[in-house]
């Protein structure tokens, strides 16, 4: 990460459980955003249940930031889309975790949704990446 990025997680807000609350960055770097990953295998086929998706969605935005130089280091925000997120929260934060930094986690938003653009589709993430150069 950067030097000119900071992780804060203020006193007067509770404390959050995976995730920053504030991402602050600075001065000069490359700004790259991702867009929404689905799981979907190379062959554009569903990869199965909530957690196989979840994964496959992770390898996906692995492979995208690979494509410009960077790792989940360099994340600083994740935007994170649940279709049944009472029960599907908890997988997805054991994923999430095997692919993130945990000691300094990027801001994150999850939102619960009814449906995604793909019928089959359970889960989609995005990503902003910041780059030193």
Known sequence: MPANTRFMNPAAI?????????????????????????????????????????GQAFDNLKAALAAVGATFDDVVKLNNYLVDIPNNLGVYREVRDKYVNTSQPPASTTIGVPALARPDALYEVEAVVLLAK
């Open 14 to 54: 509770a404390k959050p459980g995976g995730y920053t609350h504030v991402v602050e960055v600075t001065g000069p770097g490359r700004i790259v955003y991702i867009a929404g990953q689905l799981g979907l295998k190379p062959n554009g086929d569903i990869a199965g249940d909530f957690r196989a998706q979840c």
